[in-house]
């Protein structure tokens, strides 16, 4: 038997005696990247019980409630861009870290098993829309709307996402020369500088919807 035979034969049987081993590591990274699910969530999640998820829930609105604040002491005021407009805005939550109502609904979904709402008062606090940027961040004189909130949540691998919120406005009011608050007429908003009025084409689109003043989407 020549050489290269001979080199041959031993890399067959090499292949053969780790075939085996081959096989073997397949099935374990196999196990670990999928197979199927035992509960809600994704692989390697523990399934709860929906009273457990319901805690979970009730633990993360409190969290963003802590996180937003209670009071106006509590509240910071951020300046926001909804294009082509400008503004300032704070708000709070008015009643308490518990003063909140939760929706849980089952899906078909196995990666997101369960979504739900909750909802809550809540008293936010808005400038006027302008165009200009620098008017916008000087503007102190907010209009306060107080209403009700409705947080939407994802039950994601175990842990709930928020997934958006709408604010509905339920009163807004605005300080009048003696300092005092007294309501915004309806037919007042949306609230723009006398320089800074939206145009035809700026009418006919969101205006009409969102910056009423009285819905807000985050």
């Known amino acids: 038997m020549n050489t290269h035979n001979r080199f041959f034969i031993l890399r067959c049987l090499l292949i053969v005696a780790l075939m085996p081993m081959c096989l073997t590591a397949c099935g374990i990274f196999r196990g670990r990247s999928g197979g199927s699910h035992g509960g809600p969530g994704s692989a390697g999640v523990e399934p709860m019980s929906q009273e457990e998820y319901e805690q979970l829930l009730r633990a993360a609105v409190r969290e963003r409630i802590n996180d937003v604040g209670m009071s106006a002491e509590d509240a910071n005021a951020r300046f926001e861009s909804r294009k082509p407009y400008f503004y300032k805005v704070y708000e709070y939550y008015s009643e308490g870290p518990d ?120």
Do not use: C
């Open 99 to 218: 003063a909140f109502k939760i929706d849980i609904q089952e899906t078909e979904s196995r990666t997101i098993p369960y979504r739900a709402q909750a909802t809550l008062k809540k008293v936010r606090f808005s400038t006027q829309l302008h165009r200009d940027k620098d008017l916008a961040r000087r503007d102190n004189n907010f209009s306060r709307h107080t209403g009700t909130e409705t947080l939407s949540y994802e039950l994601r691998s175990g842990n709930w996402v928020k997934a958006g919120s709408l604010f509905l406005a339920e009163k807004s009011e605005r300080k009048d020369a003696a300092g005092r608050w007294v309501a915004i007429e309806r037919a007042a908003r949306p609230e723009f500088s006398a320089s800074e009025a939206p145009s035809a084409s700026d009418k006919k689109g969101w205006f009409s919807r969102a910056l009423d003043k009285a819905t807000f989407w985050n």
